[in-house]
C-alpha cells in the first residue's frame, strides 16, 4: 500500500488534522476531494483514536474502486481527540475490508513503543519510511 507523510505539523485541531489527512490522500489521487468530509462526519459517529497518541480518521463510504492507501500526519506537539493527544494522524481510505493490512500495520507500530515514540517527534524522513513499509 502506498504511503505519504508529513512531519512536524504545527498542532491544529480534530478536524483541521483530519481535513489536511483527507487533502494528503486527494492530492495523492487516492480519493477524491468530497473524502475529507466524510472522514469528518465518520469522527462525529465514534472517535477514531486509538490510543497511545495515534488516530486513524477515515471516510464513512468511498465513491473509487478499491483503494488501499494510507498517509501519515506528524503533530509533535499533538492534536486533541477529546481527551487525549493525538501525535500520528493515519488518514486512510479503503473499501470493505481492504484497509485492514493497513490497520494490521499500524498495530504492529504501537506494539513497539520506542518506535512509536521516536515516530512522534523525528525529523528523519528515512526513520519514518523504514517503520511505515
Given amino acids: ?24 490522500l486527494a492530492k495523492r489521487g ?18 477514531t483514536y486509538m490510543g497511545m497518541g495515534v488516530a ?3 471516510g464513512t463510504s468511498q465513491k473509487k474502486g478499491t483503494v488501499k492507501k494510507s498517509g ?10 477529546g481527551d487525549e493527544k493525538a501525535y500520528l494522524v ?10 485492514l493490512d493497513l490497520l494490521g500495520n499500524v498495530c504492529e507500530i504501537l506494539e513497539d513503543e520506542d518506535a512509536l515514540e521516536q515516530l512522534k517527534t523525528t525529523s528523519d524522513m528515512n526513520y519514518v519510511l523504514e517503520h511505515l513499509q
Avoid: C, W
Wanted: hydrophobic share 40%.
Fill in 1 to 24: 500500500a502506498a504511503r505519504d507523510s508529513r512531519r512536524g505539523r504545527p498542532s491544529v485541531t480534530k478536524e483541521e488534522a483530519i481535513r489536511a489527512a483527507g487533502a494528503l
Fill in 90 to 99: 493515519f488518514g486512510i481510505a479503503g473499501v470493505g475490508n481492504d484497509h
Fill in 72 to 81: 501519515v500526519l506528524q503533530y509533535p506537539q499533538g492534536v486533541d481527540f
Fill in 56 to 58: 486513524i480518521p477515515h
Fill in 30 to 47: 487516492y480519493v477524491d476531494d468530497s473524502y475529507a468530509d466524510a472522514m469528518v462526519e465518520r469522527e462525529k459517529l465514534v472517535s
